[in-house]
């Protein structure tokens, strides 16, 4: 089930120059930037929290390409758009990309029929001028993004950065099939060290429409969770006749040794609070709804132990590579159940899970004996994909095939299948 990736380089500018020729001028120097969408394997939103995450690249690839001109004009083509039926090209002026140029003016531009498609680009772009204010002059930039938005697969995110190295006529190398290992949010990623054999695929459903707020609200647990963790270390100081300097954790609760946390933290943490009654105690923190109530042990549950399972994940795959029958076996299989248990962490204490996925990993899980591993919910919960971890193409292939079948004949939902590099 592994593909190549959708279109790459060389195709996506052959498809410009021929379609677009009347535009994009031959012999002048075009820049081609390709990004693939993302499977988060583990991880997800504990990576904001210094937990991590690992990622596998999926076929599907955000292309972009750019072109100077001689004049102060960006023209922006979208086959998206075009292959829709809808306005495809628009013009703007370069001042509009630069920083100085007020928000709401630009939120004004993109308000007008036919140029919402256009603001993923405006905003990459508006970021590089800021930090490369050498750039001058105009572009023409043609877009083709094929991986499926609004499912968990960083479509948005891997647009911005084509954009971003599209604009600074950095043409990208081409898009690898390894599994990467993401410390932190703003840590460079690292290979992974895996089985060859070891392949993701997803399964995607739409997202849930209140996943954004939803996501306010594990957020601001965690913020709470994090509050109180700080709060307690200082009072543990204070009895120790020790004070506290700075903050241990830099503001992430998953750098919290999880059985310190277990030991000593967790009991301090009430399961869930009013936002009312947790200002009275420990003071005012951003977007508090006094009269909601907050998940904060359980995020910080996900979080802190979430962080562990990415690290044991990783060590029980790079310890596979080596390992040979029975052992090599038993190792998938535990890297896989961190899987499972990573999904019910979604479901139960992140509060960011959704029953269409839960009857996915279900039917992914009943199909163990096809080659799958384990499964979970990928990226931010809320819907969107399931990628589930397996060997073995062509008993996948036939399984997948029956996953989708059953799934549609419980959730009357169809599904997309996400292959893999």
Same mark, same amino acid.
């Given at each position: 089930m592994p593909a190549q990736t959708d279109q790459d380089a060389d195709d996506f500018a052959q498809r410009v120059r021929a379609e677009l020729s009347a535009q994009f001028v031959p012999g002048r120097e075009l820049f081609i930037a390709s990004e693939p969408g993302w499977f988060d394997v583990m991880g997800g939103i504990t990576t904001r929290e210094g937990g991590g995450a690992i990622r596998a690249p999926i076929a599907a690839v955000a292309n972009v390409a750019v072109q100077r001109?001689?004049?102060d004009v960006v023209q922006l083509f979208?086959?998206?758009?075009?292959?829709a039926h809808c306005p495809f090209t628009i013009n703007i002026p370069t001042l509009l990309l630069r920083p100085e140029t007020e928000a709401n003016v630009v939120t004004r531009e993109l308000a007008k029929p036919g140029r919402g498609w256009a603001a993923t680009f405006v905003e990459a772009a508006r970021q590089v001028m800021a930090n490369h204010p050498?750039?001058?002059?105009?572009?023409d930039v043609a877009i083709a993004n094929k991986i499926p938005g609004q499912v968990g697969l960083k479509s948005r995110a891997a647009l911005m950065r084509a954009?971003?190295?599209? *604009? %600074?006529?950095? !043409?990208?190398?081409?898009?690898?099939?390894?599994? *990467? %290992?993401?410390? !932190?949010e703003s840590a460079e990623p690292l290979p992974m060290r895996r089985p060859d054999t070891l392949q993701a695929v997803g399964f995607a459903v739409r997202r849930n429409s209140n996943v954004a707020e939803r996501l306010k609200d594990a957020d601001i647990a965690t913020t709470m969770a994090l509050r109180i963790v700080h709060n307690t270390m200082v009072m543990i100081g204070e009895r120790a006749g020790r004070k506290l300097v700075g903050d241990p954790l830099a503001g992430q609760l998953a750098n919290l040794d999880p059985d310190a946390y277990k030991a000593v933290f967790r009991s301090h943490l009430p399961e869930f609070i009013w936002g009312k009654d947790f200002i009275g105690q420990y003071g005012v923190i951003d977007n508090v709804d006094a009269h909601k109530s907050y998940p904060v042990q359980h995020l910080a549950d996900h979080h802190v132990l979430e962080a562990r399972r990415i690290r044991r994940f990783e060590e029980f795959i790079a310890k596979s590579v080596d390992a040979t029958?029975?052992?090599r076996l038993r190792l998938l299989n535990m890297a896989g159940?961190?899987?499972?248990t990573s999904h019910q962490s979604y479901t139960n204490d992140a509060m960011l899970g959704d029953d269409r996925c839960d009857v996915l990993v279900q039917l992914i899980r009943q199909r163990e004996p096809a080659g799958f591993y384990g499964a979970r919910m990928s990226a931010a919960g809320g819907g969107g994909t399931v990628v589930?971890?397996?060997?073995?193409?062509?008993?996948?292939?036939?399984a997948a095939e029956e996953i989708a079948r059953e799934f549609k004949a419980k959730t009357g939902e169809a599904l997309v299948t996400v292959a893999g590099i």
């Open positions: 001109r001689d004049d979208s086959f998206n758009e075009y292959e050498e750039i001058s002059g105009g572009f954009v971003g190295r599209a *604009l %600074v006529s950095e !043409s990208s190398a081409p898009v690898g099939s390894d599994w *990467l %290992v993401q410390s !932190s029958g029975f052992e159940h961190l899987m499972y589930a971890m397996y060997e073995g193409d062509d008993q996948i292939a036939v």
